[in-house]
C-alpha cells in the first residue's frame, strides 16, 4: 500500500470520528436534561435505605417529588425529623411536625399461650400457608404464623419471631411498613411510637372460640370500651381497637382486660 492509500484511510477514518464526534455534541446539547440541584440536594440528605416505605419507587423517587412539591419534606420515614429538617431547609419551607409510627404485631399466641391443631412439615413461608388447611397449623386462624416472612423482608433487622410469634424491636424500627404489605394475616400495623398500649390480639372469633383457641385472646367483652375515660376504645368484631389520637394512656383498659390482651407497648 502506498502512502497515498494510508493518507485516504486515515483520514477517513478521522473524517467518520469528527462527524461523530459533531452529532454526539449537538445531541447532547440538544436533549440535555435538566438537572433540579435542589432535587440532588434532597437525594443526597436522604438515607438511601430504598426500602420504598415514602411510596415512592426509592430515595431518587422520593427526591424528585419534594422538589416537585409533590411529597411533603418530612416523607422519609426512615430519616425521621432530623432528616425532614435538613431537607426544610433545601426547600426553604418549614417541616411539619410528623408523628413517629413503628409496627406492632397484634398477636401474643406464642407456642405457650396456644394450641395447634396439626403439625405442619412444609416450607416455613408465611405467604405459602394460605394453601394449607386453615391458613396454618395454629388453632388461632387469626394469629401469628410464625415462620418470618416479615423478617425476610425488614431491611432494619428490627423484627424476629420470638417462641412462634414476631416481635417488634420498637427502637430499631423506620416504619417502612413492608413487615404491613408482607403478613397474610394483616396483623401488623404502625402504631404511634409513644403509645403507652396497644391491643396484642387481632382475632374476631366470638368468646367462646376465641378462649378455646389462645388463653389472651380479645373476646369482645368491651370492659375496657366501658371503663375508658376518654373513649378511646372501640370494640368491632369481639375485637378492641385503641384509638390513639383520643387515648390519655392511662392504662385503665389493660387493668380491666380480663384476657390481658392489651399491653404495655414496650
Known amino acids: 500500500m502506498d502512502i497515498t492509500g494510508i493518507l485516504l484511510a486515515v483520514a477517513a477514518v478521522g473524517g467518520v470520528g469528527l462527524f461523530v464526534g459533531v452529532f454526539l455534541g449537538i445531541a447532547a446539547i440538544k436533549f440535555k436534561v435538566e438537572v433540579d440541584e435542589r432535587e440532588a440536594a434532597v437525594l443526597e440528605a436522604l438515607p438511601g435505605n430504598n426500602c420504598g416505605g415514602c411510596g415512592f419507587p426509592g430515595c431518587s423517587g422520593l427526591a424528585a417529588a419534594i422538589a416537585k412539591g409533590e ?4 416523607a422519609c420515614p426512615v430519616g425521621g425529623e432530623p432528616v425532614g ?13 410528623k408523628k413517629r409510627m413503628v409496627a406492632f404485631v ?15 412439615t412444609g416450607i416455613h413461608d408465611c405467604r405459602m400457608l394460605s394453601f394449607v388447611p386453615n391458613g396454618g397449623a395454629k388453632s388461632c386462624n387469626y394469629g401469628c404464623l410464625g415462620y418470618g416472612s416479615c423478617v425476610s423482608v425488614c431491611p432494619f433487622d428490627a423484627i424476629h419471631v420470638v417462641n412462634g410469634v414476631a416481635k417488634v424491636d420498637k427502637e430499631a424500627c423506620k416504619a417502612c411498613g413492608k413487615c404491613v404489605e408482607v403478613c397474610p394475616k394483616h ?26 383457641d389462645c388463653t389472651v385472646s380479645c373476646i369482645g ?3 375496657c370500651k366501658k371503663n375508658c375515660p376518654a373513649e378511646a376504645v372501640s370494640v368491632e368484631n369481639f375485637n378492641a381497637t385503641i384509638l390513639y ?3 390519655k394512656g392511662c392504662g385503665i383498659c389493660a387493668q380491666k382486660c380480663p384476657r390481658k390482651s392489651i399491653v404495655a407497648h414496650e
Do not use: F, H, W
Not at 411529597?71 to 418530612?74: D, G, K, S, T, W
Open 85 to 97: 429538617r435538613v431537607i426544610a431547609g433545601i426547600m426553604g419551607v418549614t417541616a411539619e411536625e
Open 187 to 212: 396483623l401488623i400495623s404502625l402504631i404511634p411510637y409513644d403509645a403507652k398500649y396497644a391491643v396484642a390480639c387481632s382475632s374476631q372469633d366470638k368468646g367462646p372460640v376465641a378462649m378455646k
Open 245 to 247: 389520637d383520643q387515648c
Open 221 to 223: 367483652c368491651q370492659l
Open 71 to 74: 411529597a411533603p419534606v418530612n
Open 106 to 120: 397484634q398477636c401474643q399466641g406464642d407456642c405457650d399461650k396456644t394450641s395447634s391443631d396439626y403439625e405442619y
